[in-house]
């Protein structure tokens, strides 16, 4: 299942697919490692940032950010 990374419930797991937006943003996210084919968990998601998991890092992202990243869904869904 695709999802938006700002739609995935925590513990969720899945695969980058895309990342929509300009240059900029796409070269930001590759800094950060995040870019497709990529794995990323979602460690939390409330009132401030969405925090995902990637490559052993965890990094915080704001809800629009979060917006952009579309993510394939494991069917498994948790860890």
Do not use: C, W, Y
């Not at 929509?20 to 950060?32: Q, S, V």
Request: proline share 3%.
């Amino acid at each position: 299942m695709i999802k938006k990374l700002i739609e995935m419930n925590k513990g969720e797991k899945g695969r980058v697919i895309s990342i929509h937006g300009g240059r900029g943003k796409i070269l930001r996210l590759a800094e950060m490692g995040i870019t497709p084919g990529e794995e990323i968990v979602l460690i939390q998601k409330s009132f401030g940032p969405v925090i995902i998991r990637v490559k052993d890092t965890n990094l915080a992202l704001g809800k629009g950010l979060a917006e952009t990243i579309l993510v394939e869904v494991s069917d498994n869904g948790k860890n």
